[in-house]
């Protein structure tokens, strides 16, 4: 168990639809980063927040976006949900260089 | 094997002999590696990392080696057992300030008893 946790594990949207996906990280972690992993693919940065304020962003849609509260727990919101956008969703956190990953969310839009 | 179009690479190891996964990376400028190994259905695991200042580091069963001229990382797993089955993945932390980490494709490892 890493101490990082992600909900839902998993979730089946139709296209169109809004999602919000939930990570809290380990305890005293500031940094949490959102990842998306398709089918056979690897992981692909979508953004970074630290202690609340957004840090880094990756390869992210404009339709999707993130915030990270003050209890540091983060949230990554993905809105008018195509097809393309089933995959496995992974958050993780860090408060030096190692980033601990949560079990991920699987998204599945139909 | 080689990969094709959106295939992971795969490695096929009999149980026992020793497995290399190889990771180009992409940033020069990139000063901290990680092995993650992320079994199905999971989220990626730490295995080892380094640091650009060193050539290699070894853990348990796992060698990391690092070749800093041609942006070249790989892992080497010694005596593969059925559990390493799995996908490795090398991440490069390209800015040590904002730990920004950057991972690639993965490389599939099948062990076969």
């Known amino acids: 168990d890493s101490g990082v946790t992600q909900t839902p594990k998993h979730l089946i949207t139709a296209t169109g639809q809004r999602v919000t996906l939930r990570c809290s990280p380990r305890s005293g972690d500031l940094s949490v980063y959102w990842y998306q992993q398709s089918l056979d693919q690897g992981l692909q940065f979508l953004i970074q927040y630290y202690n609340g304020e957004e840090r880094a962003k990756g390869n992210i849609l404009e339709r999707f976006s993130a915030q990270q509260f003050p209890d540091l727990h983060s949230e990554l919101n993905l809105s008018s949900l195509e097809l393309g956008d089933s995959a496995l969703y992974f958050c993780a956190s860090s408060r030096g260089t190692e980033a601990f990953f949560g079990q991920g969310t699987r998204l599945t839009v139909v | 094997g080689e990969s094709v179009g959106l295939h992971l690479p795969t490695l096929s190891v009999q149980e026992g002999d020793n497995s290399i996964i190889n990771c180009a990376y992409s940033?020069?400028?990139?000063?901290?590696f990680i092995w993650y190994k992320q079994e199905s259905g999971k989220g990626p695991q730490f295995i080892i990392d380094?640091?650009?200042?060193?050539d290699k580091r070894q853990g348990q069963r796992v060698t990391v080696l690092l070749n800093k001229t041609v942006k070249h990382l790989s892992l080497q797993i010694a005596a593969t057992q059925p559990g390493d089955s799995a996908v490795y993945f090398c991440?490069?932390?390209?800015?040590?300030?904002?730990?920004?980490?950057?991972f690639g494709t993965g490389t599939s490892l099948t062990v076969i008893p």
């Open positions: 380094i640091r650009s200042n060193m």
């Open positions: 940033n020069s400028a990139s000063d901290y």
């Open positions: 991440a490069e932390n390209q800015n040590e300030l904002r730990n920004q980490f950057y």
